[in-house]
């Protein structure tokens, strides 16, 4: 429908789901189980194309926490029957054996159109100055098609589910590129290259930096560490701010994801062996490239480090610095973004990486959702904002209770749950074996095995509700709760505090 057909106040309008992830499928799902009339928008050629481009991926949740609901209740009746519960799947299968049969379901089939890129969401005939007659306006959602084609959809209600799959976080510090990254462009990868697979060649024989303090960088690593063996002349390095990696190493055997607890006892392993070459306290401050393309010779990446300036040469960079929403398309509505997160400002306090690791995020839905601008929704992985700590199981039940809301169902809506199993380690000593030599570990308390590079300096004490281990006596396990695994419904997937479990103090 376009928009010059849309009818007062968004009545008869169907709802403008974007992105056909995991998220905005289930939000699809729920939809036709209400009833309600939808269409969803995906920029790749294919469901889940995002999680496609890092389809050589291993997820470290199994099957039985990947899967909504309501989307299994329509894909039951198919014949479709979930994988082995306890299997852990790729990017690859989970879009091969979930995402695209959902999406080919009678429900949804004919409602799902690829390649449409939304590039705007706004109110129709008004922009986000006016006030007047807003709320009796409907939304109105632009995408262009792979000619450029434009499309307007006037829409009752928008679910933003378009993730933050591809924009990544630049190398420099304070949230800016450094000078000279947009020349290095040819030495940069993406967050997650197929270091054994697809771009084996561009790794092998060569030194590989990587950057980064979350588990893309561990698998990255791990990876190339895996290439060494085989191919003579690879060397890895890697990088990051802070002083401490503990927060990656993580709580090994005691983690309440085994497979997560797993990348970091191996990461810790390759580093101590040698096979990697781990630098910490290096910042970011420049990129020298050698000229003009990757085959021209390394680019030396310039940082700061606690004994001064140093240059690491490198012939790619792999920059697995973390994710963030793209906001431009959202500049025509009236969003309450947390300044910090980018995450809607009631959610925001819930999951600030600062003090909050995935495991210790509360239940949320729809009121925790909502904007100013009635009827719109960011979920998923995007309602995270800058937050590293996105599980789609969390993603299926915002978008069970945003469609619940939309239904009239206030009462659903509402019920929102996200029980968590018991997990997590909350250790002094995952922090003070790993100090750099002369650290005290002093304000250290707990690691996270969720995130990115730390983000700022924090500015208050831990929220001392959510398991008080920093300053603790002795390391302990921290129970968070009692999960429902068979509800789908949520699971912990690290350890309290967050950011501020960090040893390290420096720069964002
Ligand atoms: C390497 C990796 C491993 C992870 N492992 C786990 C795990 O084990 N367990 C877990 O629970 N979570 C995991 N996550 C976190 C998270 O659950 C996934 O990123 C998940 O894919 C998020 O789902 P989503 O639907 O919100 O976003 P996405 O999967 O990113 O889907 C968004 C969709 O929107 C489309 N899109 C983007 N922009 C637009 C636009 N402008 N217009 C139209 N369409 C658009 C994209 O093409 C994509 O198909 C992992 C994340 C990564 C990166």
Redesign the pocket.
Known sequence: MIASEAEKGGEGLPVVV???????LAAAAHLAERGLDFVV????DS?????GQ?GH?R???PWR??TDAAARRLLEPTGWKLPDADTLPT?ADLVRDYLVPLAQVPALAGRVRTG????AVTRLGLDVTRSIGRETRPLLVR?AGPDGAVTDIAARAVID??????RTNPLGHSGLPAPGEDQAAPHLTGP?PDVLGRDRDRFAGRHTLVVGMG??AA?TLLALAELAKTEPGTRVTWTVRGTSVARLYGGGDADGLPARGAIGTRLKAAVESGRIELIRGFTITRLDAPGTGAESGPVQVVGRTPDGELAVAADVVVAATGFRP?LD?LREIRVDLDRATEAPARLAPLIDPNFHSCGTVPPHGERELAHPEPGFYM????SYGRAPT????T?YEQVRSIVAALAGDREAADDVQLDLPETGVCSSDLLTEDLLPGDTGQDAGCGTSCGTEPAATPTVQADSTVGGCCGGPAPEPISIGVGAPDGGLGFATGVVHGYSGDAERGDA
């Open positions: 974007i992105g056909a992830g995991p998220t905005g928008l995906e920029a790749g469901a889940g194309s995002a999680i890092w991926v997820l470290f949740s926490y990947n990017g449409q890129r939304v590039i995408a589910a378009s993730g933050t799959w591809g997650l588990h893309s698998g793209d398309m979920a998923g992985m995007k996105f599980l789609m199981a993603g």
